[in-house]
Structures are given as C-alpha cells and as structure tokens.
C-alpha cells in the first residue's frame, strides 16, 4: 500500500493530462446533457439587454483572440442573437486585433442563409456578408450593424471615442468608408451616444478599462463577459454597479444560453467541464492521502 | 507547536462558518405590492371639445391573464387638498393600448377649470393611491390636420428638462437631463425616442441638433441624460427643448435655458483623489529626504529577491543559462519597468559570473530597453566583451505564439533558471509549468492578481504584487528607493487603512440608524 | 545629455497626463491626446524593429546550421506566408474579412494553435493542483477547501452534491462558491489590488521625478 502511494505521489504528469483528456472528450462524443442554474450575475446581464428599447445603439466591443474563443465565442454568437431578435442595433470595434474578426466568424456562424444576394436601390447586398438572418429577423450591414475594426492604443481608444468616435475610427473595417456615411451611426458622434456596452474581454485591454474609462468617465452603462481566469478580477466592479451584469467563463456562457433559450457550445462544453473538474477534486483528494500516508511513514522511518 | 497547531485548527474551524453565516445572503421577506404610480395628466391634444388625458402605469395584478377582481377608481377634485371624487372606474384586465401603463380621458371636465386627480386600488383590500397629478387646466384644442381623431394612447411629453454646463471638462458640451415621457417604456415598439432642439436667441428658430433613444440613462434619479456637443461654443448663450416622438404623435418638453458653456480649471469629481494622493506623494517624498539625510529604514526579507544570487549561482554551476522573461505588455506597463530593474541586477550577475543570459520579449520597445539595460549591466561590471545583442531578442507580440516559443526554448535548451517579472496573462501557467518539468528553479514576481496563484503553484519563489515594486529598491538599497518604499507604506496602506475603518464605523452605525447616509457617503467617495 | 534628455522628457509628459486628471481646462485634454498619439505612432512603429531582429535572428540561426534550425525556418516561412497572403492575395484594405485568403488562414491554422495553447491550461492546472495543493498547513488547508468549494460549486455537479447531503435551501455548494467568491475572493483581490496601485503609484513618482533610472540603462 504504501508503495502504491509514493508511486502515486510521484506520478508520471502524462498520466494526469492522460486522464483530463479522456474526461473532456469523452462526455462530448457522448453527447451527455446537464442542468445550469442560472446566476444573479448573468441574469442582471440579460435583463439589461432585454431592458433596452427597440432601436437601441450597443457598441460591442470584442477584446479577445482565438485563444479564449471556446469560452467567448459562445457569448458573442448569443449576444448577437439577443440583440437581434430585439432589433437593438449594435457597432463592432475591437482594442485586440483579433477581436472584430471572432465577431465576423461569431456572425457567420449564426447567420442562417450564406449564399444570394438582393438588390436594393441600387446595392447588391450579398448574405452572410451585407446581410445576416437569424430566425425571422434580417439585419443589414450599415443601417442595423457595423463593424469599426481594431485600433491600437488601448484605453487610449476609449478615451478619444469619449469625445469622438469618427476620432478613433475614421473608416469602417469591412469597406473602408467614413463612419458617417452609415446610417447606424445617425446620432452616435461619441460613446456616451451608445445606450450600452457589451464587452467581450480576455485580459488587457478589457473589461477594467472599459469600466474605468466608459462607465466611470462617460457613464455608459457596460456589461461584459469575461474569462473564468479574469471574472474573478472583475467582481469587485459587479458589486459596485459599475459593471451591469457578468457572464464569466464557460458556464456564464452556457446560462446566457439558457436564458436566450438557445443552447448551443457553451451548454454541451458544460458537461465536459463538470467531468474535468470533478477529476482534478479527484486528483488533489490522491495527492493528500498519498502524502499524509507517505508523510507519517517517513517520520516514523526518522525516529527509528 | 502542537498545541499552536491543534488551536490555529480549532479557531479555523470554529471562525470560518461563523464567517460564512455572517455573510451569508438572508431570504428577504416578500416585497409589498406597490400603488398606482407616476401618475400624470395633460389637455388632451387636438381634442376640439377639450378634455384631459391622465396616464399612469399599472400595478402587478392588472395584466390581460391572471388579472384579479379589482379596479382603479379615478378621483378629481378642483382643489389639492380639497375633496376629491370618483369619476370612474377601471377594472383590472380590461384591455388596453399598453401592457405598461393605463389611461383616462376625462370628457366631463368642464373648460377653463383646473382640476386634480389621483387614482385608488385595492388589490389585497388596502387602498393604494397614487401620487396627486395637476393642476391641469381642460382647454379646447385647435383642430390640426389628423389629429382630431380620438387617439388610442396619448403621447405625455418629457418634463422638468434641466440643461447645464456640462461639469468638470474643457467646455464646449451642455448637458439636458429630463424625465422620461409616461410613453416611453421598455420594448414600445411605437415609441421612437427624442429629438433634442437648440437655439442661441431667446426667441429664434429652434435647429435640431441630436436625437436619443428611449429609456433612462440614470436609472436613480430617474432621468434620461444627453450630452450636446454638437459645435457648441464656450459663453455662448443656449436655450433647449426635447421632443417625444410616439406613433406619428409629437409633445414637447419645456424650453430650458439661458445655459452657456465653460471650461472648468479643476476637476471636482477627483478631489478627494487628489487630497489622498497628496497624502501619499506627501509621505513618500518626505521619506525620501529622511533617507537621503542618512537615517536608517528597516525592509522585511523578501524570499524571491533573497533568491535571486542563489538561482543565478545555480545555473553557472550546473554550466546552463538563464532565461529572463519580462513580462508580455510593453513599456507603458509599470510592471514591465519593474521587471527590467530586476533584469539589470541579474544581468549584472551574470556577467560577472559569465553565464549565459537570454531574454526573448514580445514587444519591440521591450527589446531595445531590455537590450541598454543589459549592455549598461556588463559595462558597468567590465564584461562589455561577453555582451551580444542577441541576448535580447524579439520573438511575436501574440501572447500564446509567445508562450509557444518560449515553451519550445525551455524545453529544448533546458535552462537553470527562469525569470517572470513582469506582467503577465493566462500563459503565466504555460509558461511556469513547462519550467517545472524540465526541474528549473524558477523566481516569479508580478501585479496581476489573477495569475499570482499560478505562479505560486508552479514556481519556488514569487513576488506578490508590490514587492515587484520593491525589488529596484530592495536590490540596490539606495537611500532615495528605500525612502519611497517606506513612504508608500506609511502614506498609503497606514492613511487608508485609517479611513476604511473610519467609513466602516460610520457604515455600520448609518446601517442601524439612517441608511441614507450610506449613500451620501459611498458618493464623497466616488471619483468621476 | 544622453541621461538628461530621457529624464526631462520623462518628466514632463509625467507630469502632463497628471495634472491632467485633475485639470480639464485647456490645453491638457489636447496635450494629452497629442501624447497618446505619438506613443501609438511610435508603438506601432518599433513592431518592425522587433519583425526585422525576428527575421535576423531566424535567418542566421539557419545560416550558421546552429542547433534547432529548423525551428528558425518555420518561422520564417510562417512569418513570410501570412505577410504576403495578407498583402498581396486578399483583396486589399479589407484583408480581414470573411471569404479571404487571410481569414482562411486565420480561422483554419491561426485559430486551432492558438485554441490549442489555451487549451493546455486545462492540463497544466491539473498537474498544477495535483502537485501543489498539499495541506501541509492550517493556511493551505483552507486553500484546499476553498479550491474544493469553488471548483465543485461552478459545475452543476456542485448542486446535485448539496442535494444529497440536504442542505438547507441557501446553503448549497454553489452558493458556498459564490460567498467565496463574492466576499472573501474579492476582499482578497482588493487588498492586493490596493497594495499594487500603491506600489504603481510610488513606482510612477520615482519615474517621474528621476530617481528611478534602471530603464534607461545602469543605475
């Protein structure tokens, strides 16, 4: 027995990444289900947006790369759903340079028709590029969404958009036209113009510099999702009302999922979550028995 | 010992749920159903009998299903505290335009007389009112073009538009706060917002300078707020109305104003920022002079720091290198200079000791830093011949194409030593785990909370937050460094700590006796 | 001068986005912007030295045939793909969006890598906990507990616990792991938050003033 532990406390790392492996992928190709309660933080979130009155201006601003897509994709695609089904109007902008790309793909993956075009006074407007539908509602590039693209400067950004956003973002990324020739952005000379802030954020900069620069200096209201690592970071702004609602991590996905009543990545990943996470209480239980048992043997060993 | 330890158990066990009950979030009892509210009446537009419209929202209860068997009951009187009378009468669950609110038109209200009305409910048995609305006056409208027709919901227009210089920036920007049109409610799909008019003349022509979507922006005072920054000029005169647009329907605000624009010389929102920070920079700089006048400041050991010589000694003994990472932001961080003032200290024992240094950073500006502060390293030791610019090098701003490259050099040139100072991400665990598989003592020191822990899990020695900043100071054990070291202390943590138990009492008491003062002073507080 | 014109720069720009916090009146917003744009500028424009050292570096190691070139050549070759892919076969300006050749490379080789790095933290953690969360101690037992309470509280698996055990409604591991995470978590992340700003604060003052100097090189 005590050999069985001191091996178990030496254990082969592989071994351990063996079994994390297996308790992730194997719930998905079982296509297990679990039940989520919904939290205080994510539902704050989803009243705030559903609280908006139609024809609303979201600036959704997408602070985060491939590498936190599994956790922040799925509140993008869910968050675009919500506001469309709203008919809240909303303008992509990006302080990662990635970021205004994942929301391209995060549009394109909710969009439901991807191939035809109409023309419409004019203007050939192809779908999936100009136009997006989602159920029975189609937006259309310009007059119900924009994409500012990325700027680099940081909270620098947040702060010229503080009293212009033509400033910060002359030319939209997806033509390269002056803002003001779109429809959408009638009206939305600066950020306090926005009626919301939905930020998307997986580090610096993100969600502390949009509360910091737009909600304490401009006073425009921002909820955000973040990842599991920075949510905690993050609380302290919930408590305080500064951030309106929190979504962190992949279960803040899967509960924003819930209440839009559209489950997708986030609820199915759920699974494996709870498996990986009940196998690393697994694993940290074995590593102090075999330490308290190994640990014992060894002071005796001492005294003799 | 044993009986320290068995009792620091027993207090941990004993504290730690009394602690958890006392945080603990109680069920509240059930809220009380709330009257009738925001009750407010206008002459009903273009209703050539005269007649006056009253609106107000409905209570819970009175929706289409599950509505119980109860009423408004409408009272008017021609006086506020005069006697008031019933006029009518509406049941719960009769249909109406709005899911939100109700309303009324009164056509018996004889013209030229101002009258008062409220409204009454009794959902439980207890009579609710609402607030007193008037005086209102009924007045014959002119007949205008489509709107003589009887209406199914009357636009209420936005009221008590206030307009101001905006504070505390560099002028050129007016504020308008107004309360909202009764109309404007979550999800009308009818209401289409406000359109903001302004002229420079008390009596010139109105020009239409902005618009705003519906719904409060200060969800406390209960007022929509809009910024006009629209070629506003500084000392210039402006006069302001909003107008509500609802279903082809118009109403206008008051006319607000003279305002002007001005530049304000101090921000007032931050002047408690400023009375703190001038404590601080106070302490600090008074420390500093202490020091430099040649009195003795006591610093506690820091593990990490302590460390620093014994890491480097390892790698020339075991003939490997050692690898400096300074953290991932670029040079505006704060930390990132922290984490070079460590690097110059390593960089100087490791010339001396002629071990191999590599710092592979992700930012050019990183780099060029990195490489005078290394250079300066060897020169100031007499080894400028061991020095090559290719210590430093570049490798990708990405974060995890960094923490790939790093992981791949780890892992194929099997350092001694690792350094992380600096600011760091999620590849702070990538980056510290693959150190400690190829058994390298590794020192990490950072500010970014989130990735402490990792950094403790995974490396020997950690620097936590402020001792990053110590470390120029507790290195070179300069007098000036040393100074502000102990400035910061005893100016900050001593001069906040003072005032966060201040503000807990006043909290606490405020808590039993009047929580309104908690507000008042949350908001002394609140920097803008 | 080589020392004096740093500090004295250093000095005034400091000392601009300072005063500036607290003094709206022009002309500070407008220095201030003015500053930002020119470390933007500046920024943005060091990447290439840092993209020209990567491909010197690269190109020599693969010259000289030093250990590990091949590694060097991948860089290379990675770096050269994405730049002329981006500039010369994309459609120009708007390089990033959908249906080009750039955004084929980003979403089917950029995107796996970096969803793969991140997704070794998942594995590294494992390996982390299993190896450090030892209760070797009164402190690093609470660490261990808390670490349970969180861990198990964020997964539904947390719920279906509690509902074994019957605890009262309200006292369920998830709402342990939000007590935790919400008070004790935060008051935590404050203390270090605070003694962080103060440290970034007296860090700042020492840059500005001068007496800090190791980033300009020496003592």
Known sequence: ?304 | MRMKKALSYISLVAILPLLTWLVHERERPGSTIAGPYDLSSINTPGDVQGSITINWFRIPGDQPTGATATAYRLLRSTSKDGQFTEIASIDFGQPGPSQQSRQFRDTTAVLANAYFYKVISEPEGTPLESNIAGPVTSVAQSSEAGATAMLDEILFPPTQLRAFDTPNDDGRSITLEWKISPNDVPKSGQFNGYEIYRRTTSDGPFEMVGDATGGETDLERHVKIFGDGHGVKNGVAYYYYVEAKFNGQRAKSNVAGPVKAREQWFHTGRAVSLVLLGILIASILYFINQAKAGKKLFIRKIAGLEAVDEAVGRATEMGKKVFYIPGTQDMDNVQTIAGLTILARVARLTAEYETKLEVPVAKSLVMITAREVVKEAYLNVGRSDFYSDDMVYYLTDDQFGYAAGIDGLVVRQKPATIFYQGAFYAESLILAETGNSIGAIQIAGTAMPAQLPFFVAACDYTLIGEELFAASAYLSREPKLLGSLKGQDIGGKLVFLSLAIVIIIIVTVAAFSSPDMISQVTKMFEVH | MKREIPLMLTAIIGLTFFVQFFVPHRPMGFLTDMFSDWFSIIAAAAIWLGALNLLRVSLEKIYKKDRDWFFAAVTIASFLLIVIIGFFFSSGRSFQEPGTKFDWLYINIYTPLMATMFALLAFFVASASYRAFRARNAQATVLLLAAFVVMLGRTPFGDWLSSLVFLPKGWGISNLSNIVMNYFNVAGQRAIMIGIALGTVSTSLRIILGIERTYLGGD
């Open chain 1, 1 to 304: 027995m005590q050999r069985l532990f001191q091996i178990l406390l030496a254990i082969d790392r592989r071994i351990i990444f063996l079994v994390i492996f297996l308790a992730l992928s194997v719930p998905i190709f079982l296509h297990l289900k679990i039940d989520i309660d919904v939290t205080r933080e994510v539902q704050i979130f989803y009243d705030a947006i559903e609280a908006l009155p139609t024809g609303s201006r979201v600036l959704v601003s997408c602070d985060y790369d491939p590498g936190s897509e599994p956790e922040l994709q799925p509140m993008a695609e869910t968050g675009f759903r919500q506001m469309i089904k709203d008919h809240i109007k909303f303008a992509i902008m990006g302080l990662w340079p990635q970021g205004p790309m994942q929301a391209n793909k995060a549009l394109a993956k909710i969009n439901e028709v991807r191939e035809g075009f109409i023309v419409e006074n004019g203007d050939t407007l192809a779908f999936g590029r100009d136009l997006i539908v989602v159920g029975p509602d189609t937006i259309r590039y310009g007059r119900d969404f924009i994409n500012l693209g990325f700027q680099a400067g940081n909270e620098l950004v947040i702060q010229r958009m503080g009293s212009s956003v033509a400033a910060a973002f002359p030319n939209d990324a997806r033509y390269g036209r002056p803002i003001e020739t779109y429809p959408i952005m009638n009206g939305l000379n600066k950020l306090s113009d926005f009626d919301f802030i939905y930020n998307l954020s997986a580090g610096y900069p993100g969600t502390v510099e949009w509360v910091q620069f737009a909600v304490d200096r401009f006073h425009v209201p921002c909820g955000a999702g973040n990842t599991a690592v920075q949510a905690p970071q993050v609380y302290p702004y919930l408590d305080t009302g500064q951030l309106t609602g929190l979504m962190g991590g992949m279960k803040g996905g899967a509960e924003y999922e819930k209440l839009t009543g559209f489950k997708a990545k986030a609820t199915m990943a759920m699974v494996s979550q709870t498996a990986a996470h009940i196998f690393v209480v697994l694993f940290i239980v074995i590593g102090n028995l075999a330490y308290f048992m190994t640990r014992g043997k060894g002071q005796r060993k001492g005294l003799s």
